[in-house]
C-alpha cells in the first residue's frame, strides 16, 4: 500500500491511503454453517414498587393555568 502523510484528519490519523499496489492472497473459503438459534428465555418480572412509607412525603404534580 502507498500512504501519504495529510493534515490532521482525527486524533491519531495524518495520514491516507493513496493506492493498493498487492492485494493479499486468499488462502481458502469460508464454510458458513446454519446454526440454530433458541428463543428469547423467560425471565421473572421484577416485584412491584414498594409504597412509601407511613409520614414520608407524598408528591402530587398539580400544573397551574396562569395569566
Known amino acids: ?14 495520514w491516507r491511503l493513496v493506492r493498493v499496489i498487492e492485494r493479499a492472497a486468499v488462502l481458502g473459503q469460508l464454510d ?7 428463543g428469547p428465555r423467560k425471565t421473572e418480572q421484577p416485584a412491584a414498587p414498594a409504597a412509601p412509607a407511613e409520614g414520608a ?10 395569566g
Request: charged fraction near 40%; avoid cysteine.
Open 1 to 14: 500500500m502507498e500512504i501519504v502523510e495529510t493534515r490532521p484528519l482525527s486524533k491519531q490519523k495524518r
Open 32 to 38: 458458513i454453517k446454519e446454526v440454530e438459534v433458541p
Open 57 to 66: 412525603p407524598q408528591t402530587e404534580s398539580k400544573t397551574e393555568a396562569g
